[in-house]
């Protein structure tokens, strides 16, 4: 269960960070949850108006963009809280890189400036994960986990007791 100053400190970086949806960043929010807390985070953040995609269900299944867009609700949402399993799906793992280092929404290989391609400008995005599957994270690419470590900031860790 979170206490009052774990609840104030994840509803304050859920409004920051919807308020600075508009902006590009290269990043998203991160949220490290305790497992026996992810039911409640979740609740709070889907009050904030982020829609909750659970990142397990791409496991196996290679998406191109369009179909990424449209199994999210890109459309009908302004933020998104992607559920990170410790084993990062080859579409998620691609979505991250494209998200941090060219600021556009894609889940393809390979890059092209001359694409057509959605911003991240516009939309509210983090991403929640358990401490522990933060600390064994592999990407299915066979990535450095450093790329994970730069796609995430704005941190807020929930299974201490920093924010008692």
């Known amino acids: 269960m979170l206490t009052l100053g774990k609840r104030r400190a994840l509803t304050e970086m859920l409004i920051r960070n919807m308020d600075w949806r508009d902006e590009e960043k290269d990043y998203l929010c991160f949220i490290g949850s305790p497992f026996n807390d992810l039911d409640e985070v979740c609740k709070i953040v889907q009050k904030a108006g982020y829609h909750i995609v659970d990142c397990e269900l791409f496991r196996y299944r290679r998406v191109n963009t369009d179909e990424f867009c449209k199994l999210i609700g890109w459309d009908v949402h302004d933020g998104f809280a992607f ?26 290989s390979g890059y092209s400036s001359g694409g057509n391609y959605l911003s991240s400008a516009g939309k509210a995005w983090l991403v929640i994960m358990t401490p522990e599957d933060w600390e064994n994270a592999e990407f299915e690419t066979g990535w450095d986990r450093s790329k994970l470590t730069r796609a995430l900031s704005d941190y807020c860790w929930l299974h201490d007791t920093r924010y008692d």
Do not use: A, C, G, Q
Request: a neutral charge; glycine letters at 0%.
């Open 83 to 108: 559920i990170i399993p410790r084993s990062i799906p080859l579409t998620v793992s691609f979505f991250l890189y494209n998200f941090v280092d060219h600021r556009i929404i894609s889940t393809e």
